[in-house]
């Protein structure tokens, strides 16, 4: 067995490989940014002082991971052909060379892992959703637990469709090697990636490797992402002047504490300016003075 502390060399090895694997397949990373953990969560840093607007992160289009607008297979939802993409990219641990830096620094999935690999509520048993104490929300994650077992049913219809045409004849679509890999903790840990790590840019999802790094702050961002035309890449650039040893961090939207929980697993240690209560208001005691 390795020692913590060989362990934790091993880590930071793959974490600085991470960054020199972004600037060889295009894009560019400030010297002063790093791969760290925070109480427990990985993220990236500022390894020295940064002054505000310096680019930090640009990662070209051409490196983004996006869903085919034709997928072969008829898959119409675009989250659903993302995850599938995924899948090819990622192939269950066995990437091909020019993604292996990358995939490798995504949470695993592997057949029989006793902890999951995420800690969103689609990763929750039963009864720790119970201990959520709020009706609400309860029934909220409850739905999409059953929403994802059905988009992953639909999806399978459509694999078997298609493996019994390729068998009479049919060209393979794009995504012949990993249509024999859905199974549905396969597409549950696809389809958590791209909703706890996609960007939007002009309305389509895709990921962005190594900005799905970027950890959130609902109060206090310090970075800001953008599409850069010119460059055609996704430029992170500090909104202030960042300290050595800071957490770069942005906001994944002005989204209440439910929202946060439900698509990425935590919810902010503190105040959240967004966060909202439902209100139930008996019509009955409602005198008018209510807007």
């Known amino acids: 067995m390795a020692s913590p502390t060989s362990a934790a060399s091993s880590a930071a090895s793959a974490d600085s490989e991470l960054l020199v694997w972004l600037r060889h397949r295009g894009g560019s990373c400030a010297s ?5 953990q925070n109480l427990g969560e990985r993220g990236l840093f500022a390894s020295e002082d940064v002054p505000a607007d310096a680019t930090l992160l640009s990662v070209p289009v051409d490196l983004h991971i996006r869903a085919p607008t034709d ?3 008829g898959v119409e939802r675009e989250d659903d052909r993302l995850a599938l993409e995924m899948l090819r990219v990622r192939n269950l641990g066995n990437p091909s060379p020019e ?7 995504l949470p695993a999935h592997k057949p029989g892992l006793s902890r999951p690999c995420y800690a969103t509520p689609l990763y929750w048993s039963d009864a720790t959703i119970e201990l959520l104490g709020d009706a609400a929300l309860i029934s909220t994650i409850k739905r999409q637990h059953s929403r994802v077992r059905r988009r992953y049913e639909n ?3 459509a694999q078997r469709k298609t493996l019994s045409e390729m068998q ?3 060209s393979p679509p794009a995504w012949a090697n990993v249509l024999h890999m859905i199974v549905f903790n396969t597409y549950r840990w696809a389809y958590t990636t791209i909703r706890s790590r996609a960007a939007y840019l002009d309305g389509e999802s895709s990921i962005v490797p190594v900005g799905d790094l970027f950890n959130h702050s609902t109060t206090a961002p ?8 010119a460059a055609s890449a996704y430029v992170y650039t500090a909104t202030q002047p960042i300290a050595a040893g800071d957490e ?3 906001s994944y939207g002005a989204h209440d504490n439910a929202t946060l929980l439900k698509h990425y697993g935590f919810v902010p240690r503190g105040p959240n300016p967004h966060d909202r209560v439902a209100v139930a208001l008996d019509d009955a005691v409602d005198d008018g003075r209510l807007a």
Not at 99 to 105: E, G, I, Q, T
């Open 222 to 229: 310090n970075v800001a992402a953008a599409y850069d035309a």
């Open 32 to 36: 002063g940014v790093r791969v760290g």
């Open 248 to 250: 770069l961090l942005v």
């Open 168 to 170: 009479n004849g049919r």
């Open 99 to 105: 993604w292996a830096v990358w995939a490798a620094s």
């Open 155 to 157: 999806l399978s219809l």
């Open 71 to 73: 997928d072969g297979i």
